[in-house]
């Protein structure tokens, strides 16, 4: 198969991880989402990155040194790591790679300043974000400067807490390949995250926007406290302003700079309410679109909305599937028995068979909703009591979760053994969760929580 090293944003989608790496992939699907604007660019493929190391087999022998290394030894793996980045960042780009990105470079707009960004392969997955693993270089002038950071993005693979992060989850250095995203720089006027759930709380109906002025690094790098933003069901519910002395701004002959803010304007939000709402909206649709929470990079420019990136939330444990919009409290089942390991699957579809009450699954295990008991006075007693007896801790993840007044609505009692599912309430769980807005107990211990 002929070997491909540039390819346009707008012609890949999540189908392309394998050739232009988690980030461009999911730049190229958020460019085909309706309503949704994405700077122009495209990818340098993992095609021309192999193509590049093919010229230096040393890097080969360097990289099974560094999968043989034991991940204690942190001076063994920062040695060996920084050999591989010298070793890339010396080698001279083919001209047939050079070509095909000056090509490129040329139908978007030669003299235009770039973002030139890392997309390893191994990136922005629903189980691990490598979030900040890799390089990302701002406001790039020239083809020459954007060649030799296209050789730094590459480089960026082999980064010390790249390497450690790609140990930590079990992924093989030799496996993992870089392409780059070459896109057109934006210049706003504020940038920030967004996330569409929670992501401490796990609470799926509100989104929480971090926002700045100028470029979205100094959030990144905590140069500056954002202003935070909490929006529900398409209203800025709670908001704290930050008093952002700096900012990180564009220079007109290239890179960025770090600038001081006025002192009139420091205290003034990055954002109206009404801007607020219209990203939390975008960021329904993007969520809609991938199926799953997201957490997403934007920038304001010109009272618009440009998307720069846009991953999953891997914090987040999942909940079970749900066809209403209803608040959901679910008492995790295998934690009362001790197993804090996910079930195997002949497991969890042979409980159910023989439980007094609906069972529901989410990541290997199972739950019992316990909302309408909790709803109902005479009913939620006797929960909290036989929970309390269990594991005080659960009982009083409940009583936190009651405690939100609008979480759970008070029913007319429906008697000690009423609610969903009738029968008697669950044995003690050692775990609970909620659904939205709270997850269920993670790996190895149960947990509650709602907002």
């Known amino acids: 198969m002929m070997e491909q090293y540039v390819v346009d944003l707008r012609e890949v989608d999540e189908t392309h991880v394998a050739l232009v790496g988690g980030k461009g992939a999911h730049l190229g699907e958020l460019s085909r989402i309706d309503g949704v604007r994405v700077p122009g660019g495209f990818c340098v493929t993992t095609d021309a990155f192999r193509h590049v190391i093919a010229g230096a087999p040393s890097i080969d022998d360097r990289r099974d040194e560094l999968a043989r290394v034991n991940s204690d030894d942190r001076e063994a793996v920062r040695t060996l790591?920084?050999?591989?980045r010298r070793t890339i960042e010396g080698i001279s780009i083919p001209n047939e790679v050079a070509e095909a990105i000056t090509r490129a470079l040329a139908e978007v707009g030669e003299g235009a300043a770039y973002a030139v960004r890392s997309s390893a392969t191994a990136e922005d997955l629903p189980t691990a974000s490598f979030a900040g693993q890799q390089d990302t270089y701002l406001n790039v002038v020239g083809p020459q400067a954007i060649l030799q950071h296209i050789s730094r993005c590459w480089a960026s693979l082999f980064t010390e807490r790249a390497v450690t992060y790609r140990r930590r989850h079990g992924i093989d250095h030799r496996t993992v390949h870089m392409a780059v995203v070459v896109q057109r720089m934006a210049f706003p006027q504020a940038s920030g995250i967004l996330f569409t759930a929670?992501?401490?709380?796990?609470?799926?109906?509100?989104?929480?926007?971090?926002?700045?002025?100028?470029?979205?690094?100094?959030?990144v790098s905590g140069l500056v406290n954002p202003d935070v933003f909490t929006v529900r069901e398409g209203e800025v519910v709670a908001k704290a302003i930050a008093a952002k002395q700096r900012a990180i701004q564009a220079r007109p002959t290239g890179g960025t700079q770090e600038v001081s803010i006025d002192a009139r304007r420091q205290e003034q939000p990055a954002l109206t309410d009404a801007q607020v709402v219209r990203l939390a909206q975008l960021g329904r649709r993007i969520e809609a679109h991938f199926g799953r929470p997201q957490d997403i990079e934007w920038c304001l420019v010109d009272d618009g909305f440009q998307i720069v990136q846009s991953r999953p939330i891997t914090t987040l444990f999942p909940i079970p599937e749900i066809g209403d919009q209803e608040n959901h409290v679910y008492v995790s089942v295998g934690h009362q028995q001790m197993m804090t390991d996910a079930m195997k699957p002949l497991g969890y579809s042979m409980w159910p068979l023989t439980a007094m009450v609906p069972m529901h699954e989410a990541g290997g295990r199972l739950f019992v909703d316990v909302t309408r008991r909790l709803a109902s006075p005479a009913s939620r007693a006797g929960l909290l009591n036989i929970m309390g007896k269990g594991d005080p801790l659960v009982r009083d993840a409940l009583?936190?979760?009651?405690?939100?007044?609008?979480?759970?609505?008070s029913l007319p009692d429906a008697g000690p053994g009423g609610g969903a599912g009738g029968g008697a309430p669950p044995p003690p769980a050692r775990g609970a969760g909620a659904r939205p807005p709270a997850g269920a107990g993670g790996r190895g211990g149960g947990g509650a929580g709602a907002k």
Not at 203 to 213: E, I, L, S
């Open 399 to 409: 009583e936190t979760v009651l405690d939100r007044d609008d979480f759970v609505p």
């Open 198 to 219: 929670d992501p401490v709380t796990g609470n799926r109906k509100v989104a929480t926007v971090d926002a700045g002025f100028g470029l979205g690094e100094a959030l």
């Open 81 to 84: 790591s920084a050999e591989i």
